[in-house]
Every structure is written in C-alpha cells, then in structure tokens.
Nanobody, 123 residues
Framework: VQLVESGGGLVQAGGPLSLSCAASGRTSSRYVTGWFRQAPGKEREFVAAISTNGGYRSYADSVKGRFTISRDNAKNTVYLQMNSLKAEDTAVYYC?????????????????WGQGTQVTVSS
C-alpha cells in the first residue's frame, strides 16, 4: 500500500484545514487508517483512527471535538477535517495503514506510512 497525504498548509489560529490520505496498491479498505503528527523535537503522536468500514473512530483527547476523521473506500481516501486549529496543532501530519488489531493509537501498529504533510497554524 502506498499512502500520499495532501492538504497541508499555513492557516490562522481558529481556522479550518482538511487533509487527505490517498491509498494505492492493495485494497485500502482492508486497513485501519490512522492520522499521527510530529512536531520538531517531539515524538510522533496519535491524532485519530478509523476502522475499515468507518464504523469506529477514535481521537486523541487534544483534538476531540475539533477534528473529524472519515473515509471513502470507493475513492481509497481517508480524510481529516480539522477545525478551530491552535498553534499547538502545528506539525507534520502522517497517515498510516494497519492490518493489525493492536492499539490503533500506537505508531508501531501501522505497517505503512505516507511521507507527511506540513500543517502550520499561526497565532
């Protein structure tokens, strides 16, 4: 599976931004997909994850109520809608795909990663 993130950019605090994670290769609908982010000097941290059919979604406490993860399996794409952005949301955002059933909040669960897209929130 190849993953390509897009949609990052510079946005003012309080504004919205939408990220996309497009998958190619093996059927992406078989994979749990997660969004993670990594700020300079920090470890990669969990943001959100979605099950293969979209029926289960999980979020980090820091983004709950502001971010929404969704997927369109017909388009092999997972989305992350980010609202009410804060300066502390600034990071490189990565999507990952996992066939496993381990903790979806752990980076080690994921088998494939995209190259990341930069999100910068100005205060």
């Amino acid at each position: 599976v190849q993953l390509v993130e897009s949609g990052g950019g510079l946005v003012q605090a309080g504004g919205p931004l939408s990220l996309s994670c497009a998958a190619s290769g093996r059927t992406s609908s078989r994979y749990v997909t997660g969004w993670f982010r990594q700020a300079p000097g920090k470890e990669r941290e969990f943001v959100a994850a979605i099950s293969t059919n979209g029926g289960y979604r999980s979020y980090a406490d820091s983004v709950k109520g502001r971010f929404t993860i969704s997927r369109d399996n017909a388009k092999n794409t997972v989305y992350l809608q980010m609202n009410s952005l804060k300066a502390e949301d600034t990071a490189v955002y990565y999507c990952g795909a996992s066939l496993g059933t381990s903790d979806d909040a752990l980076p080690s669960t994921y088998d494939y990663w995209g190259q990341g897209t930069q999100v910068t929130v100005s205060s």
